[in-house]
Structure formats: structure tokens, C-alpha cells
């Protein structure tokens, strides 16, 4: 049976980006895009809104020539893996081995977990809310920031109750912390009702994936 991690890169006080939506101080060091890398390297498949994918996309055209190895190598990975665009507007993938869904079904995703050999990785926040609201994620991974901004994206839901066990902790020499958990118990309150996946512009700054396309 396959995990299905929530996973993206926050300020110190939980946001993914500020209230002018820029997310800059995210950009991830090579120390922590290796790692990055590394972590991705089991994924098999990624879901996404569709704001989150317009980004994400950029990686499958992308000149490899003159670019870094974390570059390279997060580009590699992404290719490889599956994709799941959950849109009720966009008409075709610009990605190979990816395909659209209109609506995001807490049911076919289990049925997806069960039936998976690799893990899953959610990017978005208002999509890992209705995954996290719904029981189905396992891990939340979050790399917490050296900077407080304020207000903007939260990465995690208001309302949202969960008890973690910690599976691994990590210090990069930017300043990051990687904080790795494994999720206890289901959710126990409802927070306020997040917005369309299609008009989810904010999370075009959102999941550990999207660090890379800050650099190409």
C-alpha cells in the first residue's frame, strides 16, 4: 500500500507564501534541493491542482543543457512519475504520463493508495487540505523557512486537527529545517472551506515540487 505525502517548503509561521504572494525566500539552497531530490526519487505519482501544474509543467520542455545537476536531476524525476491534474477546466496535459480528472474523490484515491506500489505526493495547499480533511494523508513533510511573513497562503488548513509522531528532522546550513511526520489519527475538526482547485492561484507557490522552477 502506498503513503500519500503532503509536502511543501513554509515560513516559520506556517505560510507558503505572503500576502503579496511572493514566495522568493523559498527558493531552496543545493543542500536542500538534493535533498529535495532524493525524497521525490520514491514518488510515483504527483496530484495536482491545476494552478500548481501550469508551473509544474515547465519541466517537461525544459533545456537541461548548461543546468545544474539538482536541476537535472529533480527534471529526470519528474518526467518519470505520474501526474494527476485535478481540473474542471483544462483540456488537455502538456506532460507525458499524465492525466485530468474533474474532481478531486477521496474514495478513488484510497482505491489508488491501495492498489499503488509507490507513494503519492499532494502539492497545493488547497488540495492537501481536502486530502488532510478527508483521512488520506499519511506524512506531511514541511521545510520550515528561516523568515516570518506575516500573513498570505497557509500551508495547512485553519481547523485542521491531527496528532503526529515525528519520523525525521534535518538542519541545512541556509537555515532550513526539514520536519518529517507521520499522521496518527484522523482529522477532528472542520476548518473553513477552501477555494476551487482551478482558482487556486496561490498555489502555484505551493509543494516541495514547485521549488525547482524557481531556478529555470
Not at 491542482?49 to 545537476?69: C, D, F, I, K
Not at 511573513?149 to 519520523?167: D, E, Q, T, Y
Request: hydrophobic share 40%.
Amino acid at each position: 500500500m502506498a503513503n500519500l505525502i503532503y509536502s511543501g517548503i513554509t515560513s516559520l509561521d506556517g505560510y507558503i507564501a505572503d500576502d503579496n504572494g511572493s514566495f522568493q525566500w523559498s527558493t531552496p539552497s543545493d543542500d536542500v534541493h538534493a535533498a529535495v531530490n532524493d525524497f521525490q526519487r520514491s514518488i510515483g505519482t504527483y496530484l495536482y491542482g491545476r494552478g500548481l501544474y501550469e508551473v509544474m509543467s515547465a519541466w517537461e520542455t525544459m533545456p537541461l543543457e548548461n543546468q545544474s545537476a539538482v536541476i537535472v536531476d529533480y527534471a529526470n524525476i519528474w518526467r518519470q512519475a505520474d501526474k494527476i491534474v485535478y481540473s474542471r477546466t483544462l483540456a488537455t496535459p502538456v506532460s507525458e504520463h499524465t492525466r485530468i480528472e474533474r474532481e478531486f474523490d477521496p474514495h478513488t484515491v484510497a482505491m489508488m493508495k491501495a492498489a499503488l506500489g509507490s507513494d503519492l505526493l499532494i502539492g497545493g495547499a488547497n488540495l492537501g487540505a481536502q486530502a488532510l480533511r478527508a483521512g488520506l494523508v499519511d506524512e506531511i513533510h514541511q521545510y520550515l523557512s528561516p523568515v516570518i511573513v506575516g500573513g498570505g497562503k497557509r500551508f495547512l488548513p485553519k481547523g485542521l486537527h491531527l496528532h503526529l509522531a515525528l519520523l525525521d528532522e534535518r538542519c541545512f546550513s541556509n537555515g532550513v529545517v526539514q520536519l518529517s511526520y507521520q499522521v496518527l489519527r484522523p482529522v477532528g475538526g472542520d476548518g473553513d472551506e477552501d477555494e476551487d482547485e482551478d482558482d487556486g492561484a496561490d498555489d502555484r507557490h505551493d509543494a516541495i515540487g514547485d521549488l525547482p522552477a524557481s531556478d529555470g
